[in-house]
């Protein structure tokens, strides 16, 4: 099924979603002619420079940051903000499918999905208590690929690639050629699995595991139902917000054939993300029995008030997909412009409270290095 042959349930997701849809780019329209390429070309076809993304959304002439030009002016910037930048890139480069792209306003640059993914010179500002392994996976890890935190579960580091490159990105500095399934091979992590049979959760994480081809995710889910005491499978993934066309028929056949309760757990942060062919692709997913669970992250200028989250919880509970955990930033180097201080994220808490149902609330939590559980965070004057 193409994305425009839908069914009478996609029309109606459509309807009911069609106050998000965001204007895609004319360019964007034009080139696709109204087709979904495949996911694989897709990733090819990335926007793989800031330079560039400012220069098709037609920013060419504005700040570099827009933090409200703590770094720089307007007018394009100071030499030192742009040195800055590059060495922000250099760092962690810039990757954004033209899918995602198409759902940024242009001229604008302060779109809450274009800060999300362009870089910008505070990433280069030293800041005390930022680091780069801010939730201590490098302490957890028994075997390569392998991250044992939590009771009863544990998660295998697939690959370092993403579908889109987030600039708070908890793992930006993680080193995935040592320690991921895509550098090493699987067998210590799977040896692990095997001796360990407290494990009754596997969890397939990165970077994100739907960049992987479908051949190497079968061997890798079909490796890991080998194991009895492995009764759940949870794939955290960007892929289908950022390249939706990367949930096929055929990648939810081999999910359906795993002897595993399969749970997704999806990361979008602003009800904009969720156009509609997101929607649908989500939707054959829950349709195929296999629940889809939202995390979000709390960032600055981008969902850090009452109304962006209230749209967001609605719109993802209106879709069947359940808002889960809402984090509070990972002081990770580089994001410290990101963070929204805990009173106000207490605050906007409060009063989702009072305008979503309970279902419709996600989890407020920090990750903390060394604990063994995310830490809710909760006010102690309305607990
Ligand atoms: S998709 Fe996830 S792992 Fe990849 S850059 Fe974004 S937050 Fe990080």
């Not at 994220?345 to 989890?363: H, V």
């Amino acid at each position: 099924m193409t994305h425009h042959e839908t069914t009478n349930q996609s029309d109606e997701i459509l309807a009911r979603s069609t106050e998000f849809v965001p204007p895609a780019l004319d360019w964007f329209r034009e080139e696709n002619c109204g087709s979904v390429v495949d996911w694989r070309i897709a990733m090819k076809r990335a926007i793989r420079s800031g330079h560039e993304l400012r220069s098709i959304l037609g920013l060419d002439g504005d700040a570099l940051s827009s933090n409200g030009g703590q770094l720089c002016g307007g007018g394009g910037g100071s030499e030192k903000s742009f040195d800055r930048l590059v060495r922000s890139e250099k760092a962690f480069p810039t990757f954004v499918p033209l899918e995602y792209l198409s759902r940024i306003r242009p001229q604008d640059p302060n779109d809450p999905l274009l800060r999300q993914v362009l870089p910008d010179p505070n990433e280069d500002a030293e800041m005390p208590g930022f680091v780069t392994d801010p939730v201590g996976d490098l302490q957890v890890m028994p075997a390569p690929a392998i991250l044992h935190k939590y009771h009863g579960r544990a998660l295998v580091v697939t690959t370092g690639a993403c579908g889109v490159h987030c600039r708070y990105c908890f793992r930006r500095e993680f080193p995935y050629s040592e320690a991921s399934a895509g550098g090493q091979s699987l067998e210590p992590a799977l040896k692990y699995l095997g001796e360990h049979t407290e494990v009754e959760e596997v969890l397939l994480s990165g970077g994100d595991p739907l960049t992987l081809v479908d051949q190497r995710l079968q061997e890798m889910v079909e490796a890991i139902a080998q194991f009895e005491h492995v009764k759940r499978l949870r794939v955290h993934t960007r892929m289908p917000i950022v390249i939706p066309q990367r949930v096929t028929g055929e990648l939810i056949e081999i999910l359906r054939r795993a002897s595993l309760a399969v749970w997704f757990v999806v990361h979008v942060n602003h009800p904009r993300e969720l156009d509609a062919h997101v929607l649908e692709r989500l939707a054959r997913l829950i349709d195929a029995g296999i629940p889809v669970l939202n995390q979000a992250v709390l960032l600055k200028g981008i969902n850090d008030s009452v109304e962006t989250l209230e749209q967001l919880c609605n719109l993802l509970v209106n879709h069947r997909i359940q808002p889960y955990y809402l984090h509070q930033l990972d002081r990770v180097r580089g994001a410290s412009h990101f963070e929204v201080p805990v009173e106000k994220g207490l605050a906007i808490m409060r009063e989702l409270r009072k305008r979503l149902p309970g279902y419709a609330m996600p989890e407020y939590v920090v990750e903390e290095s060394g604990e063994t559980s995310k830490t809710p965070i909760v006010s102690s004057l309305n607990p």
